[in-house]
């Protein structure tokens, strides 16, 4: 199997009436933030309307989720069995295009400390490709432990991680995602959690 994806062949992916259903209540409402609302607060590279890419990248496989265009919700969308860089490329042009993706934001492996290593560099090196490649805006974010809640949610459903490792991808690149527009500062990454 090479994609794992809730879409069907040559239709519309099903999660954009959900999206498109919170497009037109957002545009139909007051656009004042409630006192308890998140900050509105943009990256420095990332617009702060409009729907992001979240990628959990891996050699193997990656994971891709997407938010709202409002940046509230973010939703696991698929798992992308990598393959050569044209065909990576043709088919994340195809979900920027579907999702009028307006940024993308990748999860960036860092050390317990917070110091970057070896597949940090390998990411930021995808990251770059990606960003000159799609044009797109690119923010990378700090994805530790993003793995391990996406196992436990796996795990309370019944779901054995090891078994569905294409499940596993595409819920930590909604975590990742969710955490980056949760983040009070999208500026700076999070700090490291106890």
Same mark, same amino acid.
């Given at each position: ?98 999702? !009028?993706?307006? /940024?993308?934001? %990748?999860?960036?492996?860092? #050390? &317990?400390?917070? =110091?970057?290593? *070896?597949?940090?560099?390998?990411? !930021?090196?995808? /990251?770059?490709? %990606?960003?000159?490649?799609? #044009? &797109?805006?690119? =923010?990378?974010? *700090? ?10 949610? %796996? ?40």
């Amino acid at each position: 199997m090479t994609v794992v994806s809730p879409r069907a062949a040559g239709s519309r992916p099903a999660f954009l009436a959900l999206v498109d259903a919170a497009n037109d209540l957002s545009n139909n409402r007051d656009m004042t933030h409630a006192p308890n609302s998140p900050p509105s607060t943009d990256s420095p590279s990332l617009p702060g309307h409009g729907a992001l890419l979240g990628l959990d990248y891996g050699t193997k496989r990656l994971g891709i989720a997407v938010c709202n265009a409002d940046q509230t919700i973010a939703v696991p969308v698929e798992t992308w069995m990598v393959r050569s860089p044209e065909q990576n490329l043709r088919h994340l042009r195809e979900l920027i295009e579907d999702y !009028r993706a307006v /940024g993308i934001v %990748l999860g960036l492996p860092v #050390r &317990l400390s917070g =110091a970057e290593g *070896d597949q940090a560099g390998v990411v !930021r090196q995808f /990251g770059n490709w %990606l960003a000159d490649q799609t #044009r &797109l805006p690119v =923010a990378y974010w *700090d994805e530790r432990y993003s793995s391990m809640e996406a196992e436990v949610l %796996l795990w309370t459903q019944g779901i054995s991680p090891t078994k569905s490792k294409e499940r596993l991808d595409r819920l930590a690149a909604q975590i990742i995602l969710q955490a980056f527009l949760d983040a009070p500062d999208r500026t700076s990454p999070p700090a490291p959690k106890v």
